[in-house]
């Protein structure tokens, strides 16, 4: 759909403006990351942000399923970007944590990412792109997450 041809009640949805946002972000962003790429952001922002997580807590931050963070996590630590080791207050629990590498590939994906995100908000100026960002948050801040 061109979306300078919708009608003026759907262009006047924020969900609906949202949503093709989010739409041109992602094919913004698959053109620079595959999904691969995306995922190991998500997963390494999430260790490098918040410190060792298990992969339960790591799929409530992020709204994964557990089954998809397992398979992220077993490739992640195949590749040598994350460590498994076990939490010290229960050993039946292991944590991850970003490996030197993994942080170095969080901050190539990390570049890339910004990339996206200069040509998704090319439109604005640095200050409405900060109060877009603003704005955004305090939406998601009012909603519980949802898994994906």
Known sequence: ???????????????????R???IGARLTATRMPLE??????ILAALTE????SQADLGRRLGLDRANVNGIVTRLERDGLVHRSPDAGDRRRLLLTPT????????ELEHLATEVQ??????LEADEREQL???LDKVLDAHPAQPA
């Open 1 to 19: 759909m061109d979306d300078a041809g919708a009608p003026t009640r759907l262009r006047s949805l924020a969900s609906w403006q949202a949503g």
């Open 21 to 23: 946002v989010a739409t």
């Open 37 to 42: 790429a995306r995922s190991d952001f998500a």
């Open 50 to 53: 918040f410190g060792a997580l």
């Open 100 to 107: 030197d590498a993994g942080s170095a590939r969080l901050a």
């Open 118 to 123: 200069g040509e998704l908000l090319a439109p």
């Open 133 to 135: 960002r603003t704005l």
